[in-house]
């Protein structure tokens, strides 16, 4: 390759005039997933506190100056009976540390908002949230140690059910330790994202407290040391990357002319407009019990939203933000590449040599997708993070006589730029860089342009990378299926004979109908995720048998991400076919309406909508 990474910044540092060895967390298999009974926040007073162990009381307790909010009130939070949340547009703030996830309830967007909520954050876990190996209560060299930032993330949620991202913020917690009685109150400027990462969106007033407390404060100046000494080192080691990442440029750009106008993408600026080597934001991702197939990851990814980042303040230039992972499932909504990195993310976990990869679509867009690679690197496969699919890559020698199209596989890919994950970064140094003549064995150096295994791990491995957390863990959905279901049947029904007596026409349903719907739905979600249609043979002698001779069926299938009714609705009566359903005329007509709701991990679901008809045929 040329050059060597020299990433040697020098040992670990232990905290100067602080006695007893550091602790070192444990690396354990299966994260632990959100403790509901800790999820919404709980006064200290009434806590089960397991006294030999150290906690972090961390209480948010209001708001100032969301000056964008200055026309609204606390009043407006008013709540109708059988609702859980504000009906008007509210605040959610989510909070992540070493593995621990939590949020407060909603609370209305105004310019003081007031929360007073608090939480119990274990400082006896390692980087993924398992319990640490010692058993001993933390002291002062073990806390000092912990480098681990409060992320703190706050979502704004329209009366549409639309999540806005407000800010994003990581917290120094270690300067309670400092403070007379380890307590310490203080006040966050919250900075707004991407091009407003500048602009203040709002302060948030919080008090921390170490429970139990040290004998005594740590001194300033220990602690002063401490941070001064973690930040010297992480500048070092970004400076060092940056140096070795010029000259493989450098190197790059001299092997073809061409190469400077392929999308090779060393770096990414994340939610904060902080400039991020794209490695570091990938990380083997472990679900536990949550998923159990690569593929059903693949649905779990496509059913979060897609949300293409727009330029602001009137400016061309491609808007771009690669959002932290716990900023990414708490709004629920992102660009490509926040899907395909949670998919690699989730393809390493199991097991497979997956990568992110960098090129355009079939229409020159930039696009990035997955790819998974064999061990031989002859079974090359790439997953669409937005919708799931997966396609099989053939390589097509330049040389060759072209192939008939119907022998080729069609994917939405035209060029690859560059691949990646967490141990390695590849650049596509062949001599054209169309997807099908590009040969994916990235051992074969004549093709591939590598960067140092060394250099990457300097900036993406957890011993090394200490100013992002670790990898949150994926929470259980909490949504009730069955629940959700009966209640958009129920609006859609409603829904359908508002819009019929509209047209001066009678409603009469089919309940019987309404439930032999039920395995095509069931069917069609097993389809989207293991590829293959099962149980329509069943639907189909259901259907014959069910309706009367000389009459006609129709019926129309369609998904969804969300579970906003009157929305649905809209989208399905764009649909000729489905309009034509609902307003069906004739001589005994019936209507049917299914729901089948499917939840994935955090607050993901399908939404599954099948409308149909019965009607007796006039010859």
Known sequence: NGIKFDGKIGGAMNPRGVTGRLHEAGVKTTPKFVDMN?????????????????????????????????TQNDEDEMLLPGHTQPLASHFTIYVYFRGQRFRTRAFSCSCEPK?????????????????????????????????????????????NQETHLVSSHFLEWRTVLAFMGNKQTLSIELMGTGAESKIPAGILNVCMQLVPTLSEPIREDIMHGQLGAEHAKNTERERLFLVYAKQWW?????????????????FAQDENGVNR?????????????LLDTPRQAARFVSLIGYNKVASSFGLN????????????????RGDCENHSILLCNLLLGFGLDAYVCVGTKVKNQPHTWVVTL?????????????????????????DDPPLDKNLVVKHPYKTIGCLFNHRNFYANIQPFANVETSSFNITDQSRWKAMSEDAVASISSPLNVTTVPYLPPLSQNQLDASLIANDLERQLRSLVVMHRKEKGLN?????????????????????????????????????KLNIPDGHSFKAFPIQFIHRNARKAFNACLKSAVCEEIITCR??????ALRVKVITYPESTLATWIMFACRYKMIV
Request: charged fraction near 25%; glycine fraction near 4%; hydrophobic fraction near 40%.
């Open 115 to 159: 929360i007073n909520e608090g939480f119990l954050l274990e400082l006896h876990k390692d980087r993924m949230g398992a319990d640490a190996t010692s058993s001993l209560m933390a002291d002062e060299a073990t806390l000092l140690a912990i480098n681990d930032p409060i992320h703190i993330v706050m979502i704004r949620t329209d009366a």
């Open 317 to 332: 230039e491609q808007a771009e933000q690669w959002l932290n992972l716990h900023t990414f499932l708490v709004r629920n």
């Open 277 to 289: 080597p794209v490695c570091s934001y990938v990380r083997p991702m472990k679900t536990g019990r």
């Open 374 to 398: 064999s061990h031989d690197y002859r079974e090359v496969l790439f997953w669409e993070s937005l919708t799931g699919n997966r396609y099989l890559h053939f390589y097509l020698n330049p």
């Open 250 to 266: 450098k190197e790059y750009l001299e092997i073809r002319e061409d190469h400077k106008n392929r999308l090779v993408k060393i």
């Open 507 to 543: 409603t009469i349903w089919d309940d019987n109908l309404s439930y032999i719907l039920s395995p095509a739905l069931a069917s069609y979600e097993t389809e989207r995720v293991t590829g293959m249609s099962i149980g329509n043979e069943e639907f189909d002698q259901a259907i």
């Open 586 to 591: 004739g001589d005994q007509v019936k209507l």
């Open 38 to 70: 800790q999820e919404f926040a709980v006064p200290l007073n009434k806590v089960n506190l397991d006294v030999s162990k150290r906690h972090l009381y961390f209480q948010i307790l209001n708001g100032k100056a969301f000056l964008e909010y200055l």
